[in-house]
């Protein structure tokens, strides 16, 4: 989960940032969770990794550096949306608990790209720094 969900977004951002300064121009879009804003039992590391993501985001959105090079960050927190997530939870009482919300509950993973679609069309001089997608009866 480290690997992945921290050290991943960290090797995106060391793969990017170089070209996006010499264009002067680029868009950093990453994912984090709403887990990443509130902790639940038994996701401790995953919600660690997800405030990882979110610091770091917020972190390289404030370098003077970056901003001068009209390169912007925006971190997507999505709650319950329908993917194979639930189907890596080892834990059984949590897989039944999540299976039994997402089978209910979850959005359609388009609306993750819809989100990402709009930071990504706002325009140029507007940074759009976080945004939160769950499904309606999700409170965080």
Request: proline share 3%; net charge negative; no cysteine.
């Amino acid at each position: 989960m480290i690997d992945v969900n921290l050290r991943g977004v960290l090797y995106g951002i060391h793969a990017a940032l170089s070209t996006m300064r010499e264009q002067k121009s680029g868009h950093f879009i990453n994912i984090s969770s709403v887990a990443g804003h509130i902790v639940g039992p038994g996701a401790g590391v995953y919600a660690a990794t997800k405030f990882g993501v979110r610091a770091l985001s917020d972190a390289l959105r404030q370098e003077e550096a970056l901003a001068q090079s009209h390169v912007r960050v925006t971190t997507i927190s999505p709650g319950a949306i329908a993917t194979e997530l639930t189907d890596h939870v080892t834990d059984k009482e949590q897989k039944e608990a999540m299976d039994t919300f997402y089978n209910e509950f979850a959005v359609g993973a388009d609306r993750v790209a819809q989100a990402i679609a709009f930071a990504i069309n706002t325009p140029e001089d507007t940074g759009m720094s976080e945004i939160i997608i769950r499904p309606a009866s999700q409170q965080l």
